[in-house]
């Protein structure tokens, strides 16, 4: 499920945004300044931020600073009630993604956000996964649970990545073995494909993600509730 971050310290119209743009496919989160979007943004990764210029306690400009001097890259629209050119340059020059002005029709603000997740989509290629609180590159071997780094080793990148690609299914404990040790499956101890999905869950806090199908193999399951 997609996430949109909403950052608007008018309630009425935040409240009227997040109405617009619920639907089955998307969450919406609703803040109203600038500490709670940091609290929000330190333990979720939305797919798109809406943003508000004039905040209670600062300009949304900041916002975007940090993010992208931290190479966070959501795609990320800007409210604003000022329609100067130097407002406008600003928080392109930042890298803000798009800009609408106040007052604004809903219409277009959703054929925007929509225009903006789409290429978000696009950008993400098929060597990245982003699934809930994680997201997995592995062009860059790269792995973050709730924006955290997350050291994996080598085998158990392969192990994930076999995972992922395979989310839903039913990986069988001798597929996998063959799979991740191709250099000598058949001198692999039964016990290490046990011994580092313990060390996966584990890293990355997976426990309700990794299933174990006992007497099969295992599965990064979709719903894990």
């Keep these: 499920m997609k996430q ?13 945004l997040c109405k617009a743009l619920k639907n089955e ?5 609703s803040c109203y300044n600038l500490k709670t979007a940091k609290e929000q943004l330190s333990c979720q990764s939305p797919e798109l931020i809406i943003l508000d210029l004039n905040l209670p306690d600062g300009n949304g400009l900041s916002l975007l600073r ?41 219409v277009v603000l959703r054929a925007r956000v929509n225009t903006q997740l789409r290429k978000n989509s696009k950008s993400v290629n098929s060597n990245t996964f982003q699934i809930d609180c994680f997201l997995f590159d592995f062009d860059k071997m790269q792995f973050f649970v709730n924006n955290a780094a997350i050291e994996l080793s080598k085998t158990e990148q392969k192990l994930l990545r076999l995972l ?19 250099d000598g499956s058949d001198f692999v101890d039964e016990n290490a494909l046990s011994v580092t999905i313990k060390r996966l869950r584990d890293k990355l806090q997976a ?11 295992y599965m990064w399951v979709n719903d894990h509730e």
């Design 164 to 182: 992922v690609e395979n989310r839903g299914r039913i990986m069988e404990r001798a597929i996998l073995v063959d799979r991740i040790w191709t």
């Design 4 to 16: 949109i971050m909403v950052i608007e310290d008018d309630i009425g119209l935040n409240q009227g």
């Design 66 to 106: 940090e993010l992208r001097e931290k190479s966070e890259n959501p795609p990320i629209i800007l409210l604003t009630a000022n329609d100067t050119d130097d407002d406008v340059v600003n928080g392109l020059e930042l890298g803000a993604d798009d800009y609408i002005t106040k007052p604004f029709s809903l």
């Design 25 to 29: 496919n998307c969450q919406l989160i």
């Design 207 to 217: 426990q309700k993600y990794i299933k174990t199908v006992y007497g099969i193999g």
